[in-house]
Each structure stands twice: as C-alpha cells, then as structure tokens.
C-alpha cells in the first residue's frame, strides 16, 4: 500500500458541481498538506494541517474548502469552481523529525 | 522570503550523456534545508535527496550526485550517464529548519518551477 493515496485520480466538474477530493496517508506523519501545481507555475502551497489543526491558508478562495477530521486524511472540498481551478491538487504528508514531503501521485481537475 | 529558481525550463540530452540541473535558492535564515523531488508523467512527486545547511559535503547516489555550496546559495544535480527512464519533471525546494523540528508548526516547502528533463535515446 503507498503511503499517501489520492482519490479521484482524475476528476471532471462543471463550475455548479459540489465534489470533494480525499487524501489518506499511511505513514503516521502528523502534518498534511495541500498543493496546487497549475501548468507553467510552480506548486503552490494551499493548505497546512499539523495536528489535525490548519496552520496554514495562503489567501486560497472560499471555493475550496479543507478538512482534516484526524491525522491519516485530509479532504478538499470544492464547490462553485471556476475553469481556472482547472489542475493537479496534490496531497502530502511529513514527518515531524525527516522533514521531507511524502507526495500522493494527485488528483486531476478539469473545470468545464 | 524564501525564494527558488531553476533558471533551466527544459533540457535534452541524449542517453548516457551527463547532464547537471541547477539550484539557486535564496533564504534569510542560517539554518534551513534543501531537497531535490522527481515528477515522472504519473504525477507523484517522488523524493530524492535532503540536506540541511550544516552539511555542505557532496554527496552521491548511484548515477546521481548534489553539490552544495553555501558560499554561492546553490544545490545542484547531476545525473551521470542518463537514461531514458530520467525522463521527468525535477524540483528544488527550501525549508526553514526551525519551523520542521518544532513539532507544532508545519510549514511548506518553498519549490522552484521545475525543470524538464528530457532524455533521448
């Protein structure tokens, strides 16, 4: 089983649509995180959950809304979105004492 | 503000060729850590390497080697006699390390754009 898994892998919606996308990891890190990795732009940190807490909301829209109801997942809820929210969300976890970023392999968006 | 450039979009080499990827990063802090990520087509960014700013000896792992050197804030990569399944997307990224010990806090990591690795064969 990998350590950190994303579901869905790819994912269609119109701009009306309420969806969420749901991450899970499996290696005991406390902190969770959320990425947005556009095409052309560099990864864009959304938000930071440490000790099922946010720590961490970079001046991300209402639209997207977190949720981390204990420290193995993490959702991203997403509702009235607009075609420019169109890419990959990535999920990752960390491990208080290594300090690097474990990655799931991303949710494809695609906003019509 | 942290800050990471990878001033190379893309680059393309043919198989076995060496070829080097380079790093700049920019930070206000002393202490701080570095990582190289691989991004194949599939999507996952996979780890490669961590080092922390104490640490400035090279080091190497197999086909792949880093050379930091604090003095020209720079954390380079190279591949050694690459191939085909090099193929991919590679990141640079910055961590301040006070914020990863605190056990409470859990900042980002602060990422370059990328550069696109292609190998011909």
């Known amino acids: 089983e990998t350590g950190v898994t994303q579901t869905p892998r790819h994912l269609v919606m119109g701009m009306t649509n309420k969806k969420s996308l749901k991450c899970e990891q499996h290696l005991g890190h406390n902190a969770m995180y959320w990425y947005k990795q556009s095409a052309k732009k560099p990864l864009e940190l959304m938000f930071v959950y440490s000790l099922e807490e946010r720590v961490e909301n970079n001046s991300v829209p209402s639209r997207f809304s977190p949720e981390c109801p204990n420290s193995s997942h993490l959702f991203l809820h997403l509702h009235t979105l607009q075609p420019e929210d169109s890419a990959l969300y990535l999920c990752?976890?960390?491990?208080?004492?290594?300090?690097?970023?474990?990655f799931g392999e991303g949710s494809r968006l695609t906003v019509l | 503000a942290q800050k990471v450039t990878q001033a190379q979009t893309e680059i393309s080499v043919v198989e076995k060729e060496d070829v080097t990827l380079d790093c700049v990063y920019e930070t206000r802090d002393t202490t701080y850590y570095l990582f190289w990520y691989k991004q194949p087509p599939s999507g996952e960014l996979v780890f490669l390497i961590r080092r922390n700013s104490f640490d400035e000896q090279n080091e190497i792992s197999g086909r792949y080697s880093w050379n930091f050197q604090k003095s020209t804030s720079s954390f380079n990569f190279t591949i050694t006699a690459s191939q085909v399944v090099d193929s991919a997307v590679y990141f640079c990224?910055?961590?301040?390390?006070?914020?990863?010990?605190?056990?409470?806090?859990?900042?980002?990591?602060?990422f370059g754009k990328g550069t696109h690795l292609i190998i011909q064969p």
């Open positions: 990752a976890s960390r491990g208080t004492v290594t300090g690097e970023l474990f």
């Open positions: 990224a910055l961590s301040e390390v006070g914020v990863l010990d605190s056990g409470g806090s859990a900042d980002g990591l602060t």
